[in-house]
Every structure is written in structure tokens, then in C-alpha cells.
């Protein structure tokens, strides 16, 4: 299973981007499926997760600001990412989850400055 994302730049404060990422490699649907990220000097952290059904799981850093969808055809996740601040620059990873196999996507860069 191959994760890979997209998406991922140069903001300022305020803007907004999308990340995508498609899973694949395999017929069968990743659950769940959901972002983390790393910044310089600091552990990789949950963004947000979301399940095949739908039911999400936000940070509390990002909530009312990002959201995350899925397309279970497409075995894809997104993440919008709105108002975005100088604190979310960052690595930015997406993860699946199969049969109790976790997968990871190869990262990409998200910086928020002026």
C-alpha cells in the first residue's frame, strides 16, 4: 500500500490550501484514514482522522478551522485547511490504516508566513 499526498506550500496568515492524498496498491478501503503533522523541534501530532462512515476526530488546535473528507471510491483524504496561522507550518502526513497495518504518506511541506 503507497500513500501519496499533495497539495502542500507557501501561505500567508489567514489563506487557506488543501491537501489530498490517495492510497494505492490496494482493493480495500483504509480505515481510518486522517493527517498529522510535524513541526521543526516537536513531535508528530493528530490533525484529524475520519472513519469510512465518516465520523471525524479533530485536534483541538485545529477545530472550526480545518476540515477533513474522504472518498472511499478513491480511497483518497483531504484536508482543508482554512485561516490558517504561523503555528501550523509544519510537515504535514497522511496515515492509513489496513487490517491493523498502518501506512504512511511521504509529506509534504505547509508554511504559513508573511
Known amino acids: 500500500v503507497q500513500l501519496q499526498a499533495f497539495g502542500g506550500g507557501l501561505v500567508q496568515p489567514g489563506g487557506s490550501l488543501r491537501l489530498s492524498c490517495a492510497a494505492s496498491?490496494?482493493?480495500?478501503?483504509?480505515?481510518?484514514m486522517g493527517w498529522y503533522r510535524q513541526a521543526p523541534g516537536k513531535q508528530r501530532e493528530l490533525v484529524a482522522i475520519?472513519?469510512?462512515?465518516?465520523?471525524?476526530t479533530y485536534a483541538d488546535s485545529v477545530k472550526a478551522r480545518f476540515t477533513i473528507s474522504r472518498a472511499n471510491a478513491k480511497n483518497t483524504v483531504y484536508l482543508q485547511m482554512n485561516s490558517l496561522l504561523a503555528e501550523d507550518t509544519a510537515v504535514y502526513y497522511c496515515?492509513?490504516?489496513?487490517?491493523?497495518?498502518?501506512?504512511w504518506g511521504q509529506g509534504t511541506q505547509v508554511t504559513v508566513s508573511s
Open positions: 475520519i472513519d469510512s462512515g465518516g465520523s471525524t
Open positions: 496498491g490496494t482493493i480495500f478501503i483504509l480505515n481510518p
Open positions: 496515515n492509513g490504516r489496513l487490517y491493523g497495518d498502518s501506512y
